[in-house]
């Protein structure tokens, strides 16, 4: 389906606040849109930027109607907004991802039936919705990872069990709404590929990122050429673009893996938007995944990001803001801001905040980006990053 461009001038609405709501809105900005956004928090980052800020819940029905109003089209920037809210917006507006698309993201069974519909190998999994399947569940499943079916993210609504003792317990604890168990899988590496698809069936991808996740949040993404065995990196492009095209999607995704100790290579789960190891691209592509978010959205041509740096992505917690001065044995009890002065003082380094007014343990605050010459040369001073910041080496 062909989509008449929307061009600069027209106004690009957001369902979703946070901040990658906010770097959207940037982007859109930057190329001379106007912007909505539909957030129900007053101080929402992305709503404090925009030229209009419709303060609403996502279900309710005259907040729709008046940023249907605003825009000539919609996205959003997080997966759990309401599908069925994506659904009434597009009988009015193009939305883009559509909330079929969005609805399968949201829901971990779904999502798995996708993977296998199109042939993309995931971990082994059964879904537990009774008592009946709990019972059911092929102990070699075990030992797994049990995560609820909606709602999870960051390693929020997940649980590590060896036994079915310890399966029926945390499914307890999970207090029995619909999960998924997964084999617990040996893993090498973790990384994903962000693609962007337009409504023609055009689509562009950026490379390959290499992630790493701690307590279940990722703090490090490192992008350039060999950061993977060139194979793996085939495969990780190959099954997302097929991922995107399974789905029709319309918009950027990203498609996240884990790679095992034996070279294979295994789909984990989707994100139906722009993604916090995608954020390098801001700095070291000449097109970010936000400037292709406003091209998919606006229906204007693809182009195919150039990574012109290797790059360092380093994640910025709260955490950061409470270890003063970067040092872990100085716990303070309010919030004192870190030496950005000394980080900024290093070549290359591209600081990121996101304007939100309370640091918090373990709240994304902000992410920073190195590039350089070399991989080796960044990663140098990426650690130089650390070590003033107080987060741990990688």
Sequence with gaps: MTQTPLLPGATLGVMGGGQL????????????????????????????????H?????????????????????TTEFE????????????????????EAVAIAQ???????????????????AEITDQASLEQVDAQLLPGILKTARMGYDGKGQARVRTREELAAAWERLQRVPCVLEQMLPLADECSVIVARGRDGAM????????????????????HAGVLPAAICEQAIAAARAVAE???YVGVLCVEFFVLQDGRLVVNEIAPR???????????????????QVRTLAGLPLVAPRLHSPT???????????????????????????????????????????????????????????????PEAVRATALQVAAILGIAAF
């Design 21 to 52: 709501g906010r770097m959207f809105v940037h982007a859109a900005q930057s190329m001379g849109y106007f912007t909505a956004v539909l957030d129900p928090d007053a101080s929402s980052p992305a709503g404090r930027v925009s030229h209009h």
């Design 54 to 74: 419709v303060q609403t819940d996502y279900l309710d029905a005259q907040g729709l109607a008046e940023l249907a109003r605003l825009c000539d089209a919609v």
């Design 80 to 99: 759990n907004v309401p599908a069925p809210a994506l659904a009434q917006l597009a009988a009015q507006r193009p939305v883009a991802p559509a909330a």
């Design 107 to 125: 829901d971990r069974s779904a999502e798995k039936a996708h993977f296998t519909r199109i042939g993309v190998p995931c971990a082994p999994y």
């Design 204 to 223: 562009v991808h950026f490379p390959v990122q290499h992630n790493l996740h701690r307590d279940g949040i990722l703090a490090v993404t490192t992008v």
């Design 246 to 248: 399974g789905l029709a």
């Design 274 to 292: 722009p993604h916090n190891s995608g954020h390098y691209s801001i700095d070291a592509c000449d097109v970010s995944q936000f400037d292709l």
């Design 312 to 374: 360092v992505m380093l994640n910025l917690l709260g955490d950061l803001w409470f270890d003063a001065n970067g040092q872990r044995s100085q716990v303070s009890a309010e919030p004192v801001t870190p030496p950005w002065d000394a980080v900024l003082a290093l070549p290359g380094v591209h600081l990121h905040l996101y304007g939100k007014l309370k640091a918090a343990r373990a709240r994304k605050m902000g992410h920073l980006n190195v590039t350089g010459a070399t």
